[in-house]
């Protein structure tokens, strides 16, 4: 399994946030692969994603505006279009695996998850494709992410790291400073609950938004390498450091941080009460930029009132500030057993080179392609999370990423039981522990 602790792609970024790197304009078209599909024959390239235009306004429109560009430029080639939520997607992409029926180009993420539908033959090699001039776009230890036994099966879409995103006018109204240490932190908790405020929206009926507030506290406890380190088998996930985090979970629920409801909430239905001002935090993937910056939808007077902060210290714990939970985000995967293979590579190929071009300025989007910022015009929310990637001491892609399918199922499995105060902290370890054990 991949090491997860992404510092090359952090100093990649770097160079990224001081203009240092070529941009994704039109001179980067020029160096890679173009619209090549050949005329004549019409072709039919199925595409699959989850980005729905109502939750996701930019980035749905960012596809359409590269589907109608491709297909203007291979007339012969018709894109066909399937958009799913990202749990009925997740769920429709297992079914279609299993029977052999994926479409020609989809979207997964890396490691773990990327693992079995490799093992399985499901995904295309995508070497060829980068070979052919594409590579060199990439941030470094970006497309790395998506390598099995030193071949690529995806490209790589996004780089992500979780903030917590607050409301500074609820913060203000009730005297509240931005917490450095976890126990400031729980004062802000205590606050807020006391006078009738929900602190943090989370909905963790999907788990793995549950599973990153988890993960944070084992960083911060532990330090950078203890949960990796019980996901690879190097430690174990009956790590005290890990024992203490999921216990501080619990005391996060005693102290009613989390909204009314939580672990029966999806994602999409907790985040309503931070849009509606109605929460005082939310964790999520740097995915919800454009919530806050670049979305005409959401009001200005809103976008202006949000803010976000690093997850805090835990005093005497081993992890600091500057690491966080993250990684490269999604890639796009072609069908090892598409009928139209060479067509879809194009598209995949053409895809990410705009969407690396779009996402920057028209969704708010962190490409895994680089960027000269330098040259843009820019959200400052957009700014200051490019710097904190600047200064990242390490990145730790999300656990369920990391682990096995079967695996990853344990553990939100545990998340939700652990939320829900049905387990101790030490079973919540070692049922985690049992099934990392067990996998083959």
């Not at 078209?29 to 072709?43: C, F, I, L, Q």
């Not at 033959?121 to 390598?147: C, H, I, M, P, Q």
């Not at 843009?376 to 957009?382: F, G, I, K, R, V």
Request: proline letters at 5%; hydrophobic letters at 40%.
């Amino acid at each position: 399994m991949l090491k997860k602790k992404a510092l090359p792609l952090v100093a990649a970024m770097t160079l990224l946030v001081s203009g240092v790197l070529s941009g994704c304009g039109g001179g980067q078209t020029s160096g890679g692969p173009t619209p090549s599909a050949d005329a004549g024959e019409n072709v039919t390239v199925k595409f699959m994603h989850l980005w729905p235009a109502g939750s996701s306004k930019q980035h749905n429109m960012i596809v359409s505006n590269i589907v109608e560009e491709y297909q203007t430029a291979n007339p012969n080639v018709k894109i066909d279009l399937e958009v799913l939520s990202n749990d009925q997607y997740k769920e429709k992409i297992k079914v279609l695996a299993s029977s052999n029926q994926l479409p020609d180009i989809g979207l997964t993420w890396a490691a773990g998850y990327l693992q079995p539908y490799v093992e399985g033959n499901k995904f295309a090699t995508l070497d060829d494709v980068l070979d052919g001039g594409l590579r060199d776009s990439f941030v470094s230890g970006t497309t790395e992410a998506y390598a099995v036994d030193g071949k690529t099966y995806g490209l790589p879409l996004e780089l992500n790291i979780a903030p917590i995103y607050y409301n500074k006018e609820i913060f203000k109204k009730y005297n509240l400073e931005v917490p450095k240490t976890f126990d400031e932190f729980k004062t802000v908790v205590k606050t807020l609950a006391d006078n009738g405020i929900a602190p943090i929206t989370v909905g963790n009926k999907e788990p793995w938004t549950g599973s990153m507030w988890y993960m944070y506290l084992a960083d911060r406890i532990g330090g950078p390498e203890a949960l990796t380190n019980a996901i690879n088998r190097t430690s174990s996930f009956e790590d005290p450091a890990l024992i203490q985090a999921a216990a501080e979970i619990q005391n996060l629920v005693d102290l009613n941080a989390f909204v009314k409801g939580y672990n029966g909430l999806s994602n999409e239905e907790a985040k309503g009460p931070f849009m509606n001002g109605q929460a005082g935090m939310y964790m999520m993937g740097t995915w919800e930029l454009p919530n806050y910056t670049t979305n005409e939808d959401v009001p200005k007077e809103f976008k202006d009132s949000i803010g976000f902060f690093k997850f805090p210290t835990v005093e005497g714990g081993k992890g600091d500030s500057n690491s966080f939970v993250g990684g490269p985000g999604v890639g796009l995967f072609v069908s090892e057993n598409s009928k139209v293979k060479e067509q879809a590579k194009d598209f995949a190929a053409f895809f990410v080179q705009k969407w690396g071009e779009r996402s920057v300025t028209d969704a708010g989007v962190i490409p895994a392609t680089k960027v000269d910022t330098s040259k843009l015009d820019l959200p400052q929310m957009y700014i200051d999370v490019l710097n904190e990637l600047s200064n990242a001491s390490n990145i730790t892609l999300y656990a369920d990423v990391q682990m096995s399918a079967a695996v990853a199922q344990v553990h939100l499995n545990m998340i939700q039981s652990l939320y829900g105060k049905q387990i101790s902290p030490e079973e919540f370890a070692k049922k985690q522990e049992e099934a990392l054990s067990n996998d083959k």
